[in-house]
């Protein structure tokens, strides 16, 4: 296959879009934050114009090259586009999750210093010190008479800004900091991971808009992703997206499925992205209503762990006859490391314990490589033995925003530690384990994760939390807040000592952005002694 050669730029994505023809349109589960009035239907054209407009609200605000620009606001696709207007201005956006803590997002900002914080109001009622953190603020919704300062900042409104001509765009050298994305933060503070041109849209984004048999989006194709807009995923999956120019993309904004269903329905997509909390919380509606998904070719989940279960259903809810599920793992900081298919084949056998969703096939061919190293020494060991998992790839990031040290140690060589334990099988394929931080001596927390959800088909979620000198804690989601005892001792009768289960709903669960369970904070909140068997170095 030829090598993928039309150059993709970030600030002027939707116009060399546009200027190809491209003919896809984009659908919203909810209109955009920052232009309601468009509905819930926008097409490539049009979305250029936006992101034209948005620059002129930030040249307006006074954002030169090579300022940061902070974003930060409810979970749209909008985030992508704001993205693209301050990239247009030669600046560095840097979209940051509405679901970050007040005090997480404080220490986030003070590292960046950024020259214009974006917000919406809600976010800015949360925490009223914020615009204290950054040189001006642009609030993008509710009225203002005028600017208003806070202290010696400037407070703007979109009514102080509009109607400014974007200026000519501005495109970064291939290699210098083009965009500054965060990490979830299961584990504390989020990682401010600063990417180039070159690491995520040359080596990812180009990656993924070639044609690929199976994985690419084809002319026909009506494309749906449901994930946090805030992640990097975002802006790799749309520039790609665009190259590909389906008929359709759709826009799911959250995991709720009320304001996901019309738009399903309505579209019935043919490939679909999400993280694996919204597919655990569809998972449900898709048993007792599957039609959405009847034509889904492709399921592809990236993110987080998945358990068989939810494959299985998605699987069996489409009347494909050879559907897949592509199941891929890597990083903010990397991108995607390796990648596996699975079938409905693959998912046939429940109730034995072997590895199944956490085998996560090879690395992706002359695009990353992997080793597993001693977790002490970080010499490599002999295949089949677990480790911790380091990699190389041209995608890296540049660095840690205001944590450059951190950044450092985690460089070994041309390696790059990744902070998960695995195990490489003699025919190179990864078998996940855990986090290094949450791992145990023997066995996985995951892997039990995977055999209680299969045994236990009540159950929406189970997090298993390892205690150093005690038994490991099961936390079990359910949709009523009940567990059978007897179907509980029944499904771990064969498994290592547990202690009791804690039942718990689903929004008793700290977790982050993109959905994942964030174990330190559910430690605190349960009373579980916050040590672990690993030692966190590697976050």
Known sequence: MAPFSRRIE???????????????????SRPLDIAPGLGTALDVPAAARLVLDAAGWFAAAGVEPGDRVAIVKRNHWDLVLLCCAAARLGAVPVPLSAHLDADVLEILLKRLDPALLVID?????????LPCLASRTLVLDGRSDGAEAVGPRTVLSLTDVRGHAAPAPQRPLTDDPLVILHTSGTTGVPKLVVHSTRTLLR??????AHRWPVLASRPGDVVAGAFSFAHG???AWTASVLQLDPEKLLVVTGSDWDEARPLLERHRPTTVEAQPSTYVRWRSHVRAQGDAFERVRL?????????PPTVRTYLNATRRRRPIWLQGWGQSETGPLTFRFLTRRALRSEHDRHPTTRDLGRPVPGRSRLCVVDRETLRPVRRGTPGLLVCTTKAL?????GERQRYRRKRAGKWFVTGDVGVLTPRGRLLLLDREADALPEGSCVELEDVLEDRLPGVVECIVLGVPGGRCVPVVVTEDGELDPAQWREATADLPDLADPVVSS?????????????????????????ETYGTGKWT
């Not at 399921?299 to 358990?307: E, G, K, L, N, P």
């Open 203 to 208: 080596r990812l984004a180009g990656f993924e």
């Open 10 to 28: 970030l600030g002027t994505l939707f116009e060399d879009a546009a200027d190809r023809g491209g003919a896809m349109t984009a659908h919203f």
């Open 299 to 307: 399921y592809i989940s990236t993110f987080d762990a998945v358990h």
């Open 233 to 235: 995923r975002a802006l």
């Open 397 to 401: 990031c540049l660095d840690y925003v």
């Open 506 to 530: 689903w929004d008793r669960i700290p977790r982050t952005g993109t959905g994942k369970v964030r174990r330190a904070a559910l430690r605190e909140r349960l009373g579980v002694s916050p």
């Open 121 to 129: 109001s809600a976010r800015l009622a949360a925490g009223r010190v």
